[in-house]
């Protein structure tokens, strides 16, 4: 059903670009939300190989312990982030299940989550005892 919405926003996207500024149809507002999420999406694909260069570098530094590096550790956990966005948005979009309104519940929820994802992740370029940001960082 997912896919299926996702082909026909690009259907109707080809069709004509709506106002995002002011949506006035539910194929509009669906249109403009996926949007939303692209562009969050977009902002946190940049901010991944920062995040990953970071980790990465701090296994340079990890000590022998047994427990999983930083890399390690981040891509676990990014994957079983996504698989819960996923699975946890499709369920929230069912309010409107099999209706217009369901991409638009859909597309808002990815957007919401992938910018509080966004946010953890920049949260890990950072120190968590000091605060200040770690090397290689922009923050």
Same mark, same amino acid.
């Given at each position: 059903?997912?896919?299926?919405?996702?082909? $026909? /926003?690009? #259907? *109707?996207? =080809?069709?004509?670009?709506?106002?995002? +500024?002011?949506?006035?149809?539910? @194929?509009?507002?669906?249109?403009?939300?996926?949007?939303?999420?692209?562009?969050?999406?977009?902002?946190?694909?940049?901010?991944?190989?920062?995040?990953?260069?970071?980790?990465?570098?701090?296994?340079?530094?990890?000590?022998?312990?047994?427990?999983?590096?930083?890399?390690?550790? $981040? /891509?676990? #956990? *990014?994957? =079983?982030?996504?698989?819960?966005?996923? +699975?946890?948005?499709?369920?929230? @979009?069912?309010?409107?299940?099999?209706?217009?309104?369901?991409?638009?519940?859909?597309?808002?929820?990815?957007?919401?989550?992938?910018?509080?994802?966004?946010?953890?992740?920049?949260?890990?370029?950072?120190?968590?005892?000091?605060?200040?940001?770690?090397?290689?960082?922009?923050?």
């Amino acid at each position: 059903m997912i896919i299926l919405s996702s082909l $026909l /926003l690009t #259907a *109707q996207a =080809a069709a004509g670009m709506p106002d995002c +500024a002011d949506p006035q149809v539910q @194929s509009e507002m669906n249109i403009c939300a996926h949007r939303e999420w692209e562009q969050a999406d977009a902002e946190l694909n940049a901010l991944w190989p920062q995040v990953r260069a970071v980790m990465q570098r701090e296994d340079g530094y990890a000590v022998e312990d047994d427990q999983p590096g930083y890399w390690e550790s $981040l /891509l676990e #956990a *990014q994957r =079983a982030w996504i698989a819960y966005r996923d +699975a946890h948005c499709r369920l929230s @979009s069912y309010d409107a299940r099999g209706g217009t309104m369901q991409p638009l519940l859909h597309s808002t929820c990815m957007t919401v989550l992938t910018e509080r994802r966004t946010e953890e992740l920049r949260e890990l370029t950072r120190n968590q005892m000091s605060g200040e940001a770690k090397p290689g960082t922009e923050n």
